[in-house]
């Protein structure tokens, strides 16, 4: 039996090598699943206020015409698109965990275009006409940047309190 292995945290992996066996994968899934929770979380705080424009229709505002006006963009859209998955990957046969945009169950119902705000896009052009550029905003960057110092206490943190109640259970 292989003990996990997570990843870049040393210590916790040490842990987990001596736990072994299936105590040792039920708290590493545990720990994954927190931190990445943690990760989404510190992301969805680093979306800055968005710049909205009204949609129009050729010209026309939508209201004008018949329609609803409608946001193109807004804060809340894109943090409902940053989400995080804990889950078993069947193809690769291993447990992984990801957090960032269009993650998640949710993942295409909102805010299909939240790549773009995040990443940005080069010059566009459609039909001959350019349609402009949009500039990056860095927020899962910093979103990752800033709980990459939590993340670690908060596997230990699992893992510490997941021996106790293993512990106290054979008792």
């Known amino acids: 039996m292989v003990a996990p292995i997570l990843t870049g945290q040393r210590k916790v ?54 329609g609803k006006q409608r946001r193109v963009h807004k804060r809340s859209t894109i943090t409902k ?18 957090a960032g945009l269009t993650v998640g169950k949710k993942k295409n119902k909102v805010a299909r275009h939240v790549h773009l705000i995040a990443l940005g896009t080069k010059k566009r052009f459609f039909r001959g006409a350019a349609r402009g550029k949009i500039k990056g905003d860095r927020f899962v960057r910093r979103g990752f940047r ?12 699992v893992i510490r309190d997941g021996l106790k109640k293993e512990r106290n259970k054979g008792k």
């Open 146 to 157: 800033r709980a990459r110092s939590a993340i670690k206490k908060i596997m230990l943190k």
């Open 81 to 98: 698109a940053i989400g995080s998955r804990n889950a078993r990957n069947k193809s690769k046969k291993i447990h992984e965990a990801k």
């Open 13 to 66: 992996d040490r842990w987990l090598k001596r736990i072994g066996g299936p105590v040792a994968r039920k708290l590493s899934k545990k720990a994954l699943g927190k931190s990445v929770k943690h990760i989404a979380k510190i992301i969805k705080t680093e979306v800055g206020p968005v710049k909205t424009k009204v949609k129009r229709l050729r010209g026309k505002k939508l209201k004008a015409a018949g």
